[in-house]
């Protein structure tokens, strides 16, 4: 049912944030890296806004079959699709005048990292997955929302992404890995581009 999932996904994201907090703050920008000056040491995504660096809140992104809802049911095949929520019709971070926007990943690998665009929804948004037999490729994202990215190693730890196209106006996450190996538990940090605007 809808409420055991957003627990679940609650009590994911209060585990994730403690294991964060044991971790070693990562290294500031270099000094004299004029891309990245001033961004925040913190591990995370961010956008460099008119205003200043703007971290993107994360989502953790975990498939539940389609018109279903307990844990015990990913493990049920019998339906095509899972799905994959994000609280709130629309992402905290609106992006207005630029179609190929160019993120920053600090502390955060380039394995398994995707681009994905969201469905809409009254109070949420989707990435529907369909779902494949073999458990360990259980539910990838759709061909059809995913956006190709060019991925540059900036420092040691940040990475610069950006779309290979304009994207076009919508909802999208960034969905990484939740840790190494959890391959169907991931972290989506999202954000939203604004209709009307197709700056380069």
Known sequence: MKIK??????????????????????????????????LPAGRGIYYHAAHGWVRLPF???MP?????????EVLNLGS????????????????????RPTFYLRGIAQTDLYLVRATRKADHRELR???????????????EDVAGIEVQQVTADVLAVKP?????????????????????I??????????????G
Request: aromatic share 8%; hydrophobic share 45%; charged share 15%.
């Open 5 to 38: 999932r957003h627990v679940i996904q609650i009590i994911c994201t209060v585990l994730l944030a403690a294991a964060s907090l044991a971790q070693n703050q990562p290294r500031p920008a270099q000094a004299g890296n004029a891309e990245i000056a001033g």
């Open 164 to 184: 290979l196209t304009q994207l076009r106006p919508g909802e999208y996450a960034i969905a990484t890995p939740f840790e190494p190996g959890a391959r169907w």
């Open 59 to 61: 989502t953790v992104l």
């Open 80 to 99: 095509e699709h899972a799905i994959s929520e994000i609280p709130g019709s629309y992402a905290g971070v609106q992006i207005g005048n630029d179609a």
């Open 129 to 143: 997955m369909p779902i494949s037999g073999e458990f360990r490729e259980w539910a990838h994202f759709r061909h």
């Open 186 to 199: 991931r972290l989506g940090f999202d954000f939203g581009l604004i209709a009307g605007h197709t700056g």
């Open 64 to 72: 539940f079959v389609e018109k279903k809802g307990i844990v015990l």
